[in-house]
């Protein structure tokens, strides 16, 4: 059995639950659905943000799609363009 009491708090935590939150009210649009894919490799593995992790595949069965096809979906996304043009980031953040 896991022990809890070792999660960790990610550093990311708050602005990704606005996003997580977001996504859970949103449409399978191509950025909810490149920002799914973001979370969901950001937190494969990580010891905490259970909360996270659990509405991230909330939001995947919602849109009804398995991770792989997610995965598919966000990789022709992304080889259409820059999904995140205009909004202001410098970069996109998966880290």
């Known amino acids: 059995m896991a022990d809890i009491t070792k999660d960790q708090q990610h550093p990311q935590y708050k602005t990704d639950r606005q996003v997580v939150n977001q996504l859970l009210a949103g449409e399978a649009t191509d950025f909810n659905l490149v920002e799914l894919a973001r979370l969901m490799t950001r937190y494969e593995g990580f010891p905490g943000a259970r909360d996270i992790q659990t509405d991230l595949k909330k939001a995947l069965n919602r849109w009804q799609l398995t991770e792989a096809e997610l995965f598919e979906k966000t990789r022709a996304i ?6 995140y043009k205009g909004l202001g980031r410098g970069r996109e953040d998966w880290s």
């Open 78 to 83: 992304h080889q259409q363009g820059e999904v």
